[in-house]
Structure formats: C-alpha cells, structure tokens
C-alpha cells in the first residue's frame, strides 16, 4: 500500500510531462523521420537512458544539492538552454544537398545515411534538457524519505526508463513508418528546419527561466 502512495501520484505526474511534446519529442520525432526506424529507436534509448540517469540522480540527493547550491541550478539552466539553441540554429542553417548531423556536416538525408550517433543525439538532448532535472528533483526526490525501500527506488527508475522506452518507441515507429516516411519523403529539410525552431523555442524558454529557483 506503501509503494502505491508513492508511485501513483509520482507518475500521475510524470507521464503526462513524459507525452507532452518537448526536446526529447522533437529529438525522437527528427531521428525517425531523417534516420528511419533504426536511427529513431537508438535515439529513443538514449533519451530513456538519461531520463533513467536523472531518475537515479533525483533519488540519491540531486534536489537537496541543486536547493542549496542555487547557482548550480542556474549553471544547469544555462547551459542546457544554450546547447538546445545552438543545435536548433545548427539545423536552421543545413542545407538540402550539405545539411548538418548530430557531428558535422552531412550529405544525403535519406534515412540511415546521416552521420552521427543516433543514440548520443537522444542521450544529449535529454541531458542538456533543465526540465527534466526540475522535473525528477521537485517530483521524484520530494516524495522518497529515509523510510522509503531500496527496492522501491529501484523500481521507480525501472519504470521511469520502461515508460520512456515504450512511449518513445510508439513516436518512432509510427514516424518512420513507411506511409509517413512516404510523406515526408520531400520535406526532410523542412523537418529539420522545424527542429530547428522548436530547440531555439525551448532553449530560449529554459534561459529566460534560468533564475528560477528549483521547483518554481
């Protein structure tokens, strides 16, 4: 009954942050459809892989740090903000016949032939993304007291990295699907182009917001 109390207002509150479109929807939406099936889950594991590493950081002590040292938070936010920014102008400014992956310029932009690793893009995104580190700090921390088990902190990492790995994985496949991948055959630049926007968006937005304290 213990571990209900805990888990079902916790992920009451994580899944629907976890569906709401937000850097780690665009980075997964932006792989399956420029990289194909292949390319969308191995960014998929990635952004599951970093939300299990905030997880595992908000359960071991992540907000008491980020509360007390507040210029951390701010550091967080700020170059976070920044990263997402600087990849959304990177894919702004690709070219058609020249665009630019996740490591450098790149040439075709027919799936499975952009360069970069796939899965460091989604790790990176998620990493870099400040929301998910207030996220796991003011939701997930804050419902864990000394009293709570070890097997249950291990299980609401589980199912936080499961629950990402199976949303994500749904995105990817219907995206790379091959009706969609059909109609989206000629506006993988424009794809591009509208990730683009959308990190400058949310990165401006996180550094706009960085002085807000955790939990605000």
Do not use: C
Request: proline share 5%; no cysteine.
């Amino acid at each position: 009954m213990h571990a209900m109390t805990v888990l079902l207002p916790v992920f009451g509150i994580f899944i629907p942050a976890l569906i709401l479109p937000g850097p780690d929807f665009v980075a997964v939406v932006r792989s399956s459809i420029t990289r194909g099936t292949r390319g969308g889950l191995l960014t998929t594991l990635g952004v599951s892989t970093g939300l299990g590493l905030y997880a595992t950081l908000s359960l071991l002590g992540l907000s008491t740090i980020l509360v007390e040292y507040q210029w951390l938070t701010w550091t967080v936010r700020v170059l976070g903000g920044a990263y997402l920014v600087y990849l959304g102008i990177r894919l702004l400014r690709a070219k058609p016949d020249a665009a630019m992956g996740d490591d450098g310029p790149r040439g075709d932009l027919a799936p499975g032939k952009i360069r970069g690793n796939a899965l460091v893009f989604g790790f990176l995104v998620t990493l870099t993304n400040p929301k998910a580190i207030v996220l796991f700090a003011s939701v997930f921390a804050t419902a864990v007291t000394a009293s709570t088990p070890g097997w249950l902190m291990v299980l609401m990492i589980a199912l936080v990295v499961a629950s990402a790995l199976g949303w994500y994985s749904i995105v990817s496949l219907f995206m790379s699907s091959a009706p969609v991948m059909r109609r989206f055959a000629r506006m993988r630049h424009w794809i591009e182009r509208a990730a683009g926007i959308s990190f400058v968006l949310i990165g401006g937005r996180i550094l706009a917001d960085a002085g807000r304290p955790v939990g605000a």
